[in-house]
Each structure stands twice: as structure tokens, then as C-alpha cells.
């Protein structure tokens, strides 16, 4: 660290931190850890496969166990994932019913 970095005062902990360690941690905290059945971390852009048969209800159909759906997006909670499937609009998968390939 440079010696004439601004220090900034941070209210959770009561100390005066350098501006790019609070930024940084305050980053961090912004952030949700995705995982997977298996505990694989997911990120934006993910393939991942079904560990189990899903009913997916308003659609009609049940997703198979082995289905693979590619590209997902997270979603900001810890436990749903966007995806995207032929013939299903706006699918939201938990984590926990799905495996990292």
C-alpha cells in the first residue's frame, strides 16, 4: 500500500480503513457464493445437468435427470439460477437440483 492513500472511516467497525480495502470489502459483501448439489461454485455462464427429475409446473413438462442446460445466470440468492430451455420461459432452477459439468 502507498503511504498517501485517503483513509476512510468505516461505520460497521469502527476503525479508519484505506479507501480500497473498505471498497474491496464492501465488494465482497455484495457478492453471493452459488452452489451446486455437489458444492461446485457456479458463476454466470455455467453448464449444468439435472441430478434429478423436475415438474417444472405451468409448462407441463418434467425436466429428465441428466438434462443439461447451458448457460445459466445467477440471480443475486444463494440458492436460484436463470435458465433458459427450449419451450420454457423464465425457468428458475435451484441450485441444490443441479450438478456443475
Known sequence: MSGDEDYVYDEDSGEWLPASELAAKRAAEGTVEVRDAVGNLLADGDQVTL???????????????????????????????????????????????????
Open 51 to 101: 441430478i434429478k427429475d423436475l415438474e417444472v409446473k405451468g409448462a407441463g413438462q418434467t425436466l429428465k435427470r441428466g438434462t443439461l442446460i447451458k448457460s445459466i445466470r445467477l440471480t443475486g440468492d444463494a440458492q436460484e439460477i436463470d435458465c433458459r430451455f427450449d419451450g420454457i420461459k423464465g425457468l428458475v432452477l435451484r441450485a441444490e437440483f443441479v450438478k456443475k459439468r
